[in-house]
């Protein structure tokens, strides 16, 4: 059973727009969640992260924003950039262990 | 410095035979991990390494699936028997210390295609 959902295959955004990419889990046991970005023949990325104890971690152009309630997190990225075009992978593990749990990944596209 | 490595990038294998995945992880790291991406999917946990044992070996699909880890710095996983629904794509990731916080860091992949 997928306990992390990444419910959008694909996205495409213009270019200085902001892109959203969303996340859903299951397991309320989860209290680290990951963003990886992932090119074409390459390994995934770390790109963010956010422990459960917060609601927001900021880095740059990139936001992670955690919803305990809904069960759900999003990332945000202002402003989107032709180079950010990727796949990114939400992650989450339990007990701030080590196993990561993925959802299928987003495809973002970001046009000129 | 030198990230996760693997060895072969890519492997074609017949149905029925062995093969050998080969992870170099950075230097230094204690944790090592290797995931399964199959078509269309995200890494999915394999098996987990704390120096040289398998402290968690949990997501091996069946026994057909070893990984070795010697020495704690180089690891190998090994499938026997393959099967066509062996084929995706093999990722090995290294951390510092096991916490979720040390961030993983993978390396380019193993596609491993059965015929």
């Known amino acids: 059973d997928q306990q992390v959902k990444q419910n959008s295959p694909s996205l495409s955004v213009q270019e200085g727009r902001i892109s959203i990419l969303n996340c859903d889990y299951t397991?309320?046991?989860?209290?680290?969640f990951l963003w990886y970005k992932k090119y074409p023949a390459e390994g995934p990325t770390f790109l963010i992260s956010?422990?459960?104890?917060?609601d927001k971690n900021e880095d740059g152009r990139f936001t992670v924003f955690l919803n305990k309630s809904a069960k759900h997190l999003s990332l945000h990225i202002v402003p989107s950039q032709p180079g950010d075009s990727a796949v990114y992978f939400c992650?989450?593990?339990?007990?701030?262990?080590?196993?990561?749990?993925f959802g299928k990944g987003t495809s973002l596209l970001v046009t000129p | 410095g030198a990230g996760v490595s693997q060895t072969p990038s890519n492997k074609v294998t017949e149905k029925g035979k062995y093969v050998e995945l080969r992870c170099d992880p950075i230097?230094?790291?204690?944790?090592l991990y290797w995931y399964r991406q199959s078509l269309g999917q995200g890494p999915e946990f394999l098996i987990y390494?704390?120096?040289?044992?398998?402290?968690?070996d949990s997501g091996l699909p069946n026994d057909r699936f070893f990984a070795v880890r010697p020495e704690g710095s180089v690891s190998t996983l090994k499938i026997q028997r393959t099967e066509r629904g062996d084929s995706a794509v093999y990722l090995c990731?290294?951390?510092?210390?096991?916490?979720?916080?040390?961030?993983?860091?993978f390396g380019p992949g193993t596609r491993l295609t059965v015929l």
């Open positions: 990731a290294s951390s510092l210390t096991r916490r979720s916080y040390n961030e993983q860091f």
């Open positions: 397991n309320s046991m989860f209290d680290y």
């Open positions: 956010i422990s459960s104890i917060k």
């Open positions: 992650a989450a593990s339990a007990n701030s262990g080590y196993a990561l749990n």
């Open positions: 230097s230094g790291h204690t944790a």
């Open positions: 390494f704390q120096g040289t044992g398998a402290a968690d």
